[in-house]
T-cell receptor, first 119, second 113 residues
Framework: GAVVSQHPSRVICKSGTSVKIECRSLDFQATTMFWYRQFPKKSLMLMAT?????????EQGVEKDKFLINHASLTLSTLTVTSAHPEDSSFYIC???????????????FGQGTRLTVV | AQSVTQLDSHVSVSEGTPVLLRCNYS??????LFWYVQHPNKGLQLLLK??????LVKGINGFEAEFKKSETSFHLTKPSAHMSDAAEYFCVVKAGSQGNLIFGKGTKLSVKP
């Protein structure tokens, strides 16, 4: 199956600093990638939809100036958490859909996730 | 609008006994449904998917799910649990033209020796 690589898997940063998380589709092109956040003991919540070459679409309640998303190529999307605070500590997961496979129900492929801890 | 409800937040079974993880969905049209599994501190792995073909879907690791339109359900089952099945399971419905996914709240499966 298609592979999505997310890096880093774990990161610890100080309050006020910024952290960049990368999401790469290794063997397919993804015009659209999705960024999710998973709170402890809760489900995944979609943060934003990242479209190659255009601005990301953010879900309601997600601060676009805080969570900067860049999708500069068909195989790379980045999420930058700016001026991180302890409440930003969470598990962030990206996913991408291999549009070449097409069709309804095409599965999404997920990265391994990034555990962010802000101290 | 699409939504998905996982009826149990935690299910505990003994090794070798059947597993049933319940999921109900709401969709304004024929849905695409998925079950994903997440092992601790790891990403998500697709178990199986329903895409309006056969209503009984077989997935990996012996799991299967049956799409029942009349009951708007898509329950996940396995005849015999293994210790390695202990994980969090998410029922997911695909929404939107771009394919973003709506997740249930997850069911944590514990398997006792």
């Amino acid at each position: 199956g298609a592979v999505v690589s997310q890096h880093p898997s774990r990161v610890i940063c100080k309050s006020g600093t910024s952290v960049k998380i990368e999401c790469r589709s290794l063997d397919f092109q993804a015009t659209t990638m999705f960024w999710y956040r998973q709170f402890p003991k809760k489900s995944l919540m979609l943060m934003a939809t990242s479209n190659e070459g255009s601005k990301a679409t953010y879900e309601q309640g997600v601060e676009k100036d805080k969570f900067l998303i860049n999708h500069a190529s068909l195989t790379l999307s980045t999420l930058t958490v700016t001026s991180a605070h302890p409440e930003d500590s969470s598990f962030y997961i990206c996913s991408a859909r291999d549009l070449a496979r097409g069709g309804e129900g095409t599965e999404a492929f997920f990265g391994q996730g990034t555990r962010l801890t802000v101290v | 609008a699409q939504s998905v409800t996982q009826l149990d937040s935690h299910v505990s079974v003994s090794e070798g006994t059947p597993v049933l993880l319940r999921c109900n969905y709401s969709s304004s049209y024929s849905p695409s449904l998925f079950w994903y599994v997440q092992h601790p501190n790891k990403g998500l792995q697709l178990l199986l998917k329903y895409t309006s073909a056969a209503t009984l879907v077989k997935g990996i690791n012996g799991f299967e799910a049956e799409f029942k339109k009349s009951e708007t359900s898509f329950h996940l089952t396995k005849p015999s649990a293994h210790m390695s099945d202990a994980a969090e399971y998410f029922c997911v419905v695909k929404a939107g033209s771009q394919g973003n996914l709506i997740f249930g709240k997850g069911t944590k499966l514990s398997v006792k020796p």
